[in-house]
């Protein structure tokens, strides 16, 4: 069976300091893996995808995220928070090219002034 | 390139009625998938149809149903409606391998 974990639920960081969001899943197969963020009352937005090429992924707005299959992980990064990044973060896990997604739980991302 | 459309935004119903609630894909797209969410449950799929036929299912009671046009709209219904059945509704659209394309959401509420 698929899962995915959001080891964090809420994290605070400063603007303009570095993000980390970290996930973790279990998949008895090559996965493919995403990174979704929400706006307050908005749909959710692909930020980046994984599907077996490069284990560095770049996405929209700065953010990445690598693969390790080593350690099941695929942690989202952002060298530098601005306020507009606020928002709920999902790691979503499929290893059937996009059927039947898989969500975590979310990561709620605060940026301060 | 026109989203992922979903209609209505909003919705109230009262407990015992049905709803419909609809999405309109990208263009080309042939593959619609249908999420609830949820404060308590987060996101949780209901089911997904492609080329009119549904290929998967989520854990939900008989009164959720879809269907899908051969213009690849969707719709989904929720018959007798309960207070837990308030939830944004989600809907996507995709194409093997890309990942999948949201629309803004319905938001039913059920008082």
């Known amino acids: 069976a698929q899962s995915v974990t959001q080891l964090d639920s809420h994290v605070s960081v400063s603007e303009g300091t570095p993000v980390l969001l970290r996930c973790n899943y279990s998949?008895?197969?090559?996965?493919?893996l995403f990174w979704y963020v929400q706006h307050p009352n908005k749909g959710l937005q692909l930020l980046l995808k994984?599907?077996?090429?490069?284990?560095l992924v770049k996405g929209i707005n700065g953010f990445e995220a690598e693969f390790k299959k080593s350690e099941t992980s695929f942690h989202l990064t952002k060298p530098s928070a601005h306020m507009s990044d606020a928002a709920e973060y999902f790691c979503?896990?499929?290893?059937?090219?996009?059927?039947?997604?898989?969500f975590g739980p979310g990561t709620r991302l605060s940026v301060l002034p | 390139k026109a989203g992922v459309t979903q209609t209505p935004r909003y919705l109230i119903k009262t407990r015992g009625q049905q709803v419909t609630l609809s999405c309109s894909p990208i263009?080309?797209?042939?593959?619609v998938s249908w999420y609830q969410q949820t404060p308590g449950q987060g996101l949780q799929f209901l089911f997904e149809?492609?080329?009119?036929?549904?290929?998967n299912k989520g854990n939900f009671p008989g009164r959720f149903s879809g269907r899908q046009f051969s213009n690849s709209r969707s719709e989904m219904n929720v018959s007798t409606l309960e207070l837990g059945d308030s939830a944004l509704y989600l809907c996507?659209?995709?194409?093997?391998?890309?990942?999948?394309?949201f629309g803004s959401g319905t938001r039913l509420t059920v008082v």
């Open positions: 998949s008895s197969y090559s996965p493919s």
């Open positions: 149809y492609f080329s009119e036929t549904q290929r």
């Open positions: 994984y599907t077996s090429a490069a284990t």
């Open positions: 263009s080309g797209h042939r593959s």
């Open positions: 979503v896990v499929s290893f059937f090219y996009g059927q039947n997604f898989v």
């Open positions: 996507a659209s995709g194409l093997m391998g890309y990942g999948y394309t």
